[in-house]
C-alpha cells in the first residue's frame, strides 16, 4: 500500500525510476509523500538574522542557503508554536514546515515550574507534525531540535487522535527521526509518549467497551507481550470476597458488570527481593454517581474516572519497556458505580478490608471506597513507597485546574522526586495539605469510624485525601488527585482536545528517578 500510493502520487520520475520491493517503502527514495519539521529560534528585534536549529542550519546549506532566505523574506520572525511552510525546496520532501521554538536555552523557568525548552519544543513539534498530517503525508521526519526525546514526545502526543469506533480514520502517519544523532534519546521519547497515549486511549474508551474485564486484559497482553519479568494477575470477585475487601464490593455491587482487582508484578531489579514500589490506580471504569447520582450534562465524561489506574498501569508498561531495573506492582481496583436495587445507599455503613467501618453519606464518594481496600492491600507487599492516583475529587479540578497534579503526600522525600520528574515531563505537581484538620472531618460520623464524605463542603480535594490517610501506613505515600488533568480542552497545546494520559510520563520519570536513588526512598 504505502509504495503503490507513493508511486501513483508521484510526478517525479526518480521515484518510478527506481521500483521498490512491497517490504521496503519507497519513502527512503521518494520524496513525494514526505514531510519534514524543522524548529527555528526567536530572535530580538534588532537581530535580523534567522536562527535555525543544528539540523536546520545542516538543511539550509544542502539547499544553498535558501531556507534562510524563504523564511526572512515570507513574513515576519515566527512566534513560538507557530508554523509556516514551503514547498519543493528539496527532492526529499515534498513540503518543509518551519515551526517557531521560542527563545533558545530559556532553561528551566522558576515561575512555571518546568523546562520551558522541553515545553517548547513538543509544541512546535506537535503543530508541525499536525500540519503534515493534514497534508495526509504517510511519513513526516522530525528535527530533534537539540532534545530529541522532548521532539519525539511533541510527535506522538501531537498527532494522536482517538478513531476507534469511527469509519473515516486520519491517514495513518509514520514520525521519523531526521538525522542520525540522538537516535537512543528519540527512540525513548517514543515509548514515553506512547505510553501516555496508551492511558488516553482507555480513558477515551466507552464504558461499553472498556469494562474492568476488558481493561484488565488489555494491560495484562501488553505487558507479557513486553516483558518475560511480569506477573498479571486478574483477580475476580471470589478473591475480592476472600479478601473481604467489603468496601471495594460495595460500590461494585451496584452494577451487574463483575468487578475485577487488577495486580501486575514487574520485576525488573536484579535483586528480587529489593522492596517494590506499590502503585494503586482508582478504576471506576463509569462512574454515575451511583444514588447520589451526578447531574446528566457532561456525565459521559465519566467513562474517564479509570484515570488513576489507566495511567498508572500504563506507566508500568512503559517502564517495563524501558527496562528500567527496579521492582513494581500495580493494583488497581476496576468496577462500575451504578445505581440499582444493590447499590450503596447514602448511610449505609461497610466495614473495610483494613477492620475500620465507614459510613457511606454520599455514594457519589465512591473513589475513596475502593481504594480504601487497595491502599491497606498494598502494604502486605513489603512497599519501599505507595503512590495512588485517581480522579478523586470535583474539588481539585476547582482548585487548581488542569494546570497541575495536586499530590498529597507524608513523604519530602517522595514529593521531591515527583516535583523532580515534573518539571522535566512538563506534565506538572502541586503539593497539597494533609493537615489533621481535614481527618478531623472524616472522623467525626454519627454511624461509623469515618464518614466518606467531609462533615462541611470546604476542601473537598483535602477531606478525601484525610480519608485515604486512615488506611495508610506507610512512611513513604503520596496521594495524586488527577480529577483536575482528566481531560484536555485546549490548556496543553500538544495534546488534542479528549481525555489526556495526564501524569504517565511524570510517573515514568519518577520510576527512573527511583529506580537510580535507592537511598532517600
Ligand atoms: C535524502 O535522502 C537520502 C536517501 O535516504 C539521504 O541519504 C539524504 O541524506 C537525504 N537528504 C536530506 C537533506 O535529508
Ligand atoms: C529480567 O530481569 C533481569 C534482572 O533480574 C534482567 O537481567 C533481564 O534483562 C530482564 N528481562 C527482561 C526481558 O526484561
Ligand atoms: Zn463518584
Redesign the pocket.
Known amino acids: 500500500m504505502q509504495w503503490a500510493s507513493c508511486v501513483f502520487l508521484s510526478l517525479l520520475p526518480f521515484c518510478s525510476a527506481f521500483p521498490t520491493e512491497a517490504d521496503e517503502p519507497c519513502a527512503s527514495t521518494c520524496g513525494t509523500d514526505k514531510g519534514l519539521v524543522l524548529g527555528v529560534y526567536a530572535t530580538e528585534k534588532e537581530e535580523k538574522a534567522v536562527q535555525l536549529t543544528k539540523a536546520g542550519d545542516a538543511f539550509d546549506q544542502v539547499v544553498s542557503g535558501k531556507l534562510k532566505e524563504l523564511l526572512s523574506i515570507s513574513g515576519p520572525p515566527l512566534k513560538k508554536g507557530k508554523t509556516r511552510i514551503f514547498h519543493a525546496l528539496h527532492q526529499n520532501f515534498s513540503s518543509v514546515v518551519i515551526v517557531g521554538l521560542g527563545k533558545k536555552g530559556a532553561g528551566v523557568n522558576e515561575q512555571e515550574n518546568w523546562n520551558e525548552d522541553k515545553e517548547n519544543i513538543r509544541a512546535a513539534i506537535a503543530a508541525g507534525c499536525r500540519q503534515v498530517q493534514d497534508l495526509e503525508f504517510p511519513y513526516v521526519e522530525v528535527d530533534p531540535c537539540g532534545d530529541p526525546q522532548a521532539a519525539a514526545e511533541g510527535a506522538i502526543l501531537g498527532l494522536y487522535e482517538y478513531d476507534e469506533f469511527k469509519q473515516k480514520k486520519k491517514p495513518a502517519i509514520e514520525v521519523q527521526l531526521h538525522g542520525s544523532e540522538g537516535a537512543e534519546a528519540w527512540q525513548k521519547g517514543l515509548i514515553y509518549a506512547e505510553g501516555q497515549n496508551l492511558a488516553r486511549i482507555l480513558m477515551e474508551g466507552p464504558a461499553n467497551h472498556v469494562t474492568p474485564t476488558r481493561f484488565a486484559a488489555v494491560i495484562g497482553e501488553k505487558l507479557k507481550s513486553i516483558?518475560?519479568?511480569v506477573t498479571v494477575h486478574i483477580r475476580d470477585q471470589a478473591w475480592i470476597e476472600a479478601q473481604e475487601m467489603r468496601s471495594f464490593l460495595s460500590v461494585a455491587k451496584g452494577s451487574e458488570e463483575p468487578p475485577v482487582f487488577l495486580e501486575i508484578h514487574y520485576?525488573?531489579?536484579?535483586?528480587?527481593k529489593e522492596p517494590p514500589l506499590v502503585f494503586v490506580g482508582k478504576g471506576i471504569t463509569f462512574d454515575s454517581g451511583g444514588i447520589s447520582i451526578k447531574p446528566s450534562s457532561n456525565m459521559d465524561a465519566m467513562r474517564a474516572d479509570m484515570g488513576g489506574a489507566a495511567t498508572i498501569s500504563s506507566a508500568i508498561v512503559t517502564a517495563?519497556r524501558l527496562?528500567v531495573?527496579i521492582n513494581l506492582i500495580g493494583l488497581a481496583p476496576l468496577c462500575e458505580n451504578l445505581p440499582s436495587g444493590k447499590a450503596n445507599k447514602p448511610g449505609d455503613v461497610v466495614r473495610a478490608k483494613s477492620g475500620k467501618t465507614i459510613q457511606i453519606d454520599n455514594t457519589d464518594a465512591e473513589g475513596r471506597l475502593v481504594l480504601a481496600d487497595a491502599l491497606y492491600y498494598a502494604h502486605s507487599f513489603n512497599p519501599r513507597a505507595i503512590v495512588d492516583a485517581a480522579t478523586l475529587t470535583g474539588a481539585m479540578d476547582i482548585a487548581l485546574g488542569s494546570a497541575a497534579t495536586g499530590v498529597f503526600t507524608n513523604s519530602k522525600q517522595l514529593w521531591d522526586q515527583l516535583y523532580e520528574a515534573s518539571i522535566v515531563t512538563g506534565d506538572r505537581v502541586w503539593r497539597m495539605p494533609l493537615y489533621e484538620h481535614y481527618t478531623k472531618q472524616v472522623t467525626d460520623a454519627p454511624l461509623a469510624d469515618l464518614n466518606n464524605i467531609g462533615k462541611y463542603r470546604s476542601g473537598g480535594a483535602c477531606t478525601a485525601a484525610a480519608f485515604l490517610k486512615e488506611f495508610v501506613t506507610a512512611p513513604h505515600w503520596a496521594h495524586l488527585d488527577i480529577a483536575g488533568v482528566m481531560e484536555n480542552k485546549d490548556e496543553v497545546p500538544y495534546l488534542r482536545k479528549g481525555m489526556a494520559g495526564r501524569p504517565t510520563r511524570t510517573l515514568v520519570e519518577f520510576i527512573t528517578r527511583l529506580s537510580q536513588d535507592k537511598k532517600s526512598v
Open positions: 516483558s518475560s519479568n520485576q525488573g531489579s536484579s535483586d528480587t517495563a527496562k531495573p
